[in-house]
């Protein structure tokens, strides 16, 4: 048990800024600070961009990643796109993102999540950054995208689709793993995991969502990684340190911190 506290976890994918963590943000941040390696808060809009990279420069514990999820593209503009690239400067801002298609919701049609996700996959080439990838119900779409950009790298986050698909994409994706894992219905992220190499997962919470069992249904937070970690080692029958050490160097050599 004292190996297992020692190793502390990068949380590849959170959303600190969300009014979940109003209450108590500071005590968030605390358990951060003391049980893990560091954590990447990742913006969905300007503002919670902006912001990201706020914490990021205030805390040594947080980094940034700056983008416009697909469901929040309607305040995308070219005046919004110049302030991602200023932010974009920021060492600590690792990544575009989370950019993609989400076809569950539908807050834009298609033809529009289409667009902003190549102005955001062409941001990413001209500064010279990986991207975090959101798919819901729309992977193919999302493959073939991404495919016009075969120079971009990143992270498909919260991993949806197929052990198949998964192996199409891992030459350049890693495949961001959350608190889905441990839930009892998640037969087909549990065979990717089973059947993906370790090299090509990290670990994430997107907290406030998506709770691990046995936290399901409650706020998620960062420190809950270590569930998800300790699933993966089940799975793939390896130690817990080992996979925090190896999905830990994967999230630095995603986010070209290596």
Same mark, same amino acid.
């Given at each position: ?15 600190? #800024?969300?009014?979940q963590f ?36 205030? *805390? ?9 999820h697909p469901?929040?593209?309607?305040? *995308?503009s070219d ?23 989400? *076809? ?39 493959? #073939? ?74 706020? #998620?937070?960062?420190? *809950? ?34």
């Amino acid at each position: 048990m004292k190996g297992r506290m020692k190793m502390k976890i990068i949380d590849s994918h959170v959303h600190l #800024n969300l009014e979940q963590f109003d209450g108590d943000r500071e005590e968030v941040f605390k358990r951060i600070e003391e049980k893990l390696d560091f954590v990447v808060n990742i913006g969905f809009d300007l503002e919670s961009s902006e912001k990201s990279v706020e914490y990021a420069n205030k *805390y040594p514990f947080i980094y940034a990643v700056i983008g416009f999820h697909p469901d929040e593209i309607e305040g *995308y503009s070219d005046e919004a796109e110049k302030k991602l690239e200023e932010l974009s400067k920021n060492p600590k801002v690792l990544a575009i993102g989370e950019i993609g298609l989400d *076809y569950h919701w539908m807050t834009r049609p298609k033809e529009e999540q289409w667009k902003i996700f190549r102005k955001q996959l062409e941001l990413a080439r001209r500064v010279n950054k990986p991207v975090v990838i959101h798919t819901r119900e729309a992977m193919e779409d999302t493959i #073939n995208i991404l495919n016009e950009f075969p120079d971009i790298k990143g992270i498909l986050h919260c991993y949806p689709g197929s052990v198949e698909t998964a192996k199409r994409m891992i030459d350049r994706f890693y495949l961001g793993i959350g608190g889905v894992l441990t839930f009892k219905n998640a037969k087909k992220l549990v065979d990717v995991v089973k059947e993906i190499p370790i090299e090509k997962l990290v670990i994430e919470t997107d907290c406030p969502y998506m709770a691990p069992t046995p936290y399901r249904g409650q706020r #998620n937070e960062p420190i *809950y990684t270590e569930e998800v970690a300790k699933k993966i080692a089940e799975l793939k029958n390896m130690s817990y340190e080992d996979v925090v050490r190896i999905t830990n160097e994967n999230t630095r050599k995603v986010f070209k911190m290596l």
